[in-house]
Each structure stands twice: as C-alpha cells, then as structure tokens.
C-alpha cells in the first residue's frame, strides 16, 4: 500500500521552511481540511490562523505528473478573547475548518474556536477600476469644481490578489468548547458540537441557532458521558449521528421531533467482560466519527482501534481495524503522560475502500477493506525529500521478536503525534499534520491503493 506513495518536498503549513529544533505552540497545526474539489486544501492552527493552499495546474512538460499544493491565502480567522463574566480565557485555536460546496467564483468556509464560528469568503481580483469621476487615483475625493466632464470609468488588468472576508460571525451559542461543525447537505444550514449541547444555524442568520441535542442532566454530578463528535449525513439532510465519551453512536432523525433526545439508532459493541481494566472506559471513548462517501457506513476512531459501521447494523461494528495495539501494555504510562487522553481523526478515501487514521511517532496507518491489508507509513524530513517513496513501518510489541528495520515500542516518541489527517475527495493524494508542518502524500502511479 505504501511502495507507490511518494511525496512532494514539505513546508511547514505557513509555506516557510520548517525549523525542526524549536515549534511554538501557535504553529501546531489543529485541523486539515480539502475541499469538496481537492483543489485547495485548509489548515488551522492553534495561533488562530488558517492557510490556504491551491493545486497548482499539471505541468504541461510533465503531463502525467501532478500538480503540487502552494501557500494560496494566509489569515487570522481568531483571536484571542476574554470571558469576563466567567473570568475564563477563550483560546484562539482553531478546532475545525469545514468548506461550502462552491456556487460562483468565490470559496466559502467555515471556520470555529471553542466558542465562536465565522464564515470566510475567499475571491479572486485581477482588475481594479480607473477613472472615477469624482475619486482620484489614490481614492481621496476630487474638489468637485475642478470636475468639468464625465468619463466612464474602466476595469484595468492588475496582479492578482486572493481576499479573503467575514461573512458572518455565529456567537454566543455555546457555554461548552465546539468540538465539532458539519455542514447539511442542503447546503443551507450546518451544526455546532459541544460537550453537552447540538445546536442547528441557518447559514445566513446569525442571532439565532436551534438546540437539536441536549444531554445536559438537572445536576451535573449526574453527568456520566459527553458529545465528543457529529455529522450529517452526506446525502439525507435529516440524519445525523454523533459519539460519546462512552464509545456510543447515536443516529439521528430531525423529522421525528424538534428536540433529537431520542435517538433511531444506538450503534454499541458490547465490552467483553474479561478485558475490562481501570482504562477501559478512556480508550473506548469516541475521537472522531465520519460518514462513508456513499452514506451507507461510518467510521469511528478510539484510542486503539478504528471501526467501520454499517448504518443497518447496530449491535458490532462490520469491520474493527487495530491501530497500535503494542500500546496496551503501555497505558499506564500513557495516563500519567496524559497521552491517553489525545484524539486522533480518521479518514475515508473517495471510493470508501481505504481508511486512514494517525497514530504515535509520526507514523499514520492505513487499511484495505477489501484485501485486509494494512501499512504503517511515517511522516518524517526523510520522506519529504522531492519524490522519495515512503517505506512501510514496522512496531515490534515489547518482548516481541524483533526484526531488521523494526521500531522498540519503547522508542516511540510519543510527542510526535499524528492527530489530523485528510483524503483528497477523488484522488489518492493525503494530507497530514505533523506537529507545526504539513506533508502531502500522493500515489505516483495515480491509482488506488493497495
């Protein structure tokens, strides 16, 4: 799966070349997001700031070969703030990055904090209007005794220049951080996750938001579990499912009643009673939850396994794929480091038969539903030189035998970490957050992987 994967030379995800010794804590990528296209990519990062990056065509000396992602646009979608009332610090990090499917020339996106959502366009301006009557070339209004005739002014070819505006600010909606945002696909609406509260927005209003879900109890010394994430449904604008810190998935059906509380489907494997330890209840909480391309699965991520789920199936997941499981003799030590505690992403490929998710050391793990195959890739100043093929990863488990090539478990380095991770829409083309850079994976003979 791995030999036909090469990559492009990387940059960190501001488009400047990384300084691996020393990483501020503003330039940790916090999400990685393509758009319905592939042809830009977004990344934000815990400074607040989202990057931009574009395909550039495919080289016309080079018809077969692909085109690489440069820096398109650069901005500051959130700042830091204040909480007075609460006397709590709001962070500027950027949790999620969601894209509209594009309906004219200009790109939207939505963009969230823990607190507050922002919708961004992103234009396009290669001229720029001359010869107003009553302006003059710097824009400082003309005395206007010294107008004499009227011409009619004229759109002039200039550099291009990307713009990128708010839309729309969504505040004020949730006392809880946002984990999650998903657009509907009716391309009119979208949800907001938090710990506790779903609430649904209308895309043009912003003063307003319906709560669809809430698992707040009357004392909060009740509360046994939390939302950890959510999506619609790609295709039914009436379903959504979301997971909780207790390994459950909930689907919902927002023409049953106003208030999704009650949900249609409860997808939960049974624990087997034997395995059960003081971490079970960590480790089988929920990360992240994506629908399949097609609607019919959805794919979860937990500390050790990723699952697939057949959306008519709720007692067992279909398929349990075992991330690193040379782990489990190691949680102890992952709880003191507070690692066990990290949440990892998945990711579906655009025929929905690979899934990929991240993992320790800046290695990521991919699997074959069809073959059941698997690799263990790393994102690595190694693998990034210009068309370097990356090699398949081996962890041997501690007391394991050991081959040539193969990593101790007890050397992982478990401040490397792959959280976020995305597939190209249609192309075999990844992009993965490695800390503060960005590396952009993709199959050089342009055909599936396997």
């Known amino acids: ?110 963009s969230t904090n823990d607190k507050t959502i922002k919708l961004w366009k992103v234009s396009e301006r290669d001229k720029r209007p001359e010869g107003y009557n009553l302006k003059d070339e710097e824009g400082r209004i003309k005395d206007l005794s010294t107008v004499t005739s009227l011409q009619v002014p004229v759109l002039m070819p200039m550099d291009l220049m990307v713009e990128v505006s708010p839309r729309r600010v969504f505040a004020n909606a949730h006392t809880y951080h946002v984990n999650s945002i998903s657009v509907n696909s009716d391309y009119q609406t979208y949800m907001s996750a938090d710990d ?37 449904h790609p295709h039914h604008c009436n379903l959504f499912v979301y997971s909780s810190s207790k390994g459950t998935l909930r689907l919902c059906d927002m023409r049953e009643a106003a208030l999704c509380d009650k949900h249609s489907k409860l997808f939960e494997e049974p624990e087997d009673p034997s ?30 396994t990723a699952k697939v789920w057949d959306l008519n199936m709720e007692s067992k997941p279909l398929e349990t794929y075992q991330v690193h499981d040379y782990l489990r003799s190691k ?45 263990t890739l790393e994102a690595s100043r190694e693998s990034s030189k210009p068309r370097a093929v990356l090699k398949p990863r081996r962890v041997c488990a501690a ?31 990844i992009a993965i957050a490695a800390t503060n850079n960005l590396y952009i994976f993709q199959d050089k003979l342009n055909s599936e992987l396997h």
Not at 48 to 53: C, L, Q, S
Not at 198 to 225: C, G, Q, Y
Not at 413 to 426: N, Q, S, V
């Open 1 to 110: 799966m791995g030999e036909d994967t090469d990559a492009p030379p990387t940059l960190n995800h501001r488009g400047f070349l990384p300084d691996h010794n020393y990483v501020t804590e503003a330039d940790i990528i916090s999400t990685v997001e393509f758009n319905h296209t592939g042809e830009l990519l977004a990344t934000g990062d815990k400074g607040g700031r989202v990057v931009i990056f574009q395909r550039e065509p495919e080289s016309k000396c080079e018809p077969f070969s692909q085109g690489e992602y440069n820096v398109y646009s650069t901005f500051q979608s959130h700042e830091p703030e204040f909480d007075y009332l609460k006397s709590l610090e709001i962070e500027e990090k950027i949790n999620k990055i969601r894209w509209l499917p594009q309906q004219n020339a200009a790109h939207f996106l939505l």
């Open 196 to 232: 506790l509260r779903i609430n649904l927005w209308h895309l043009d209003i912003t003063d307003r938001s319906f709560n669809i879900v809430d698992i707040k109890p009357a004392n909060m010394e009740d509360l046994t579990e939390v939302i950890t994430a959510a999506e619609f």
């Open 275 to 304: 395995a059960r330890s003081f971490f079970s209840e960590i480790i089988s909480s929920v990360s992240d939850v994506k629908f399949s391309h097609s609607g019919r699965y959805l794919l979860t991520r937990d500390y050790l």
């Open 331 to 375: 949680l102890c030590s992952l709880y003191e480091n507070d690692c066990i505690f990290d949440k990892f992403e998945c990711a579906w490929n655009g025929s929905d038969s690979v899934i990929m998710t991240g993992a320790y050391n800046n290695f990521f793990r991919m699997f074959d539903r069809n073959t059941k195959r698997d690799v």
């Open 399 to 429: 007391g394991g035998k050991r081959r040539k090539d193969d990593i101790s478990v007890d050397s992982l380095d478990f401040t490397k970490k792959i959280l976020h991770t995305a597939w190209h829409p249609t192309e075999n083309i």
